[in-house]
């Protein structure tokens, strides 16, 4: 049966940087099960893997517009450390989540911490990268 919209699709996958440092695998755990068509993965890899059926093994590269998206300079913000809960880590990597004037959960990653700014990113941690991908199509139903 071949990958079309609808179709519940299980997959490994490995995922590189642009330096080829390994950043996931599923090869040695749980494959991954998503629905296609239903924006479960990132449109690049939906996109490619349209159309394969089981036993597709490739390798392939997403741009950052097919992946995570572009770093959107507008979720780099800064807050002062007092804007923080006491229970917060304030230190770089830290992960801290806010809520947006609609009520809708944020998570912020913490990238530099000066004396007086808490400086935050909103984008995904690999938005603005290109993704080095090997996939293997396990099953379609």
Do not use: C, W
Not at 13 to 40: A, C, H, K, M, W
Not at 41 to 62: H, Q, R, S, V
């Amino acid at each position: 049966m071949k990958i079309k919209k609808g179709s519940r699709v299980s997959f490994h996958y490995e995922l590189r940087d642009e330096e080829g440092n390994l950043i996931d695998s599923t090869f040695d755990i749980e494959p991954v099960i998503y629905i296609q068509g239903e924006g479960e993965i990132i449109p690049g890899l939906e996109e490619f893997l349209e159309g394969e059926e089981p036993g597709f093994e490739a390798k392939l590269t997403l741009p950052p517009e097919k992946a995570y998206g572009l770093v959107d300079e507008d979720l780099i913000v800064f807050a002062g450390p007092d804007n923080f809960d006491d229970n917060v880590e304030i230190e770089v990597g830290s992960a801290v989540e806010t809520e947006d004037p609609d009520g809708t959960t944020v998570l912020f990653r913490i990238i530099d911490v000066t004396e007086d700014k808490v400086y935050l990113d909103g984008n995904h941690p690999l938005a603005g990268k290109t993704l080095h991908y090997k996939v293997e199509v396990l099953e379609v139903h």
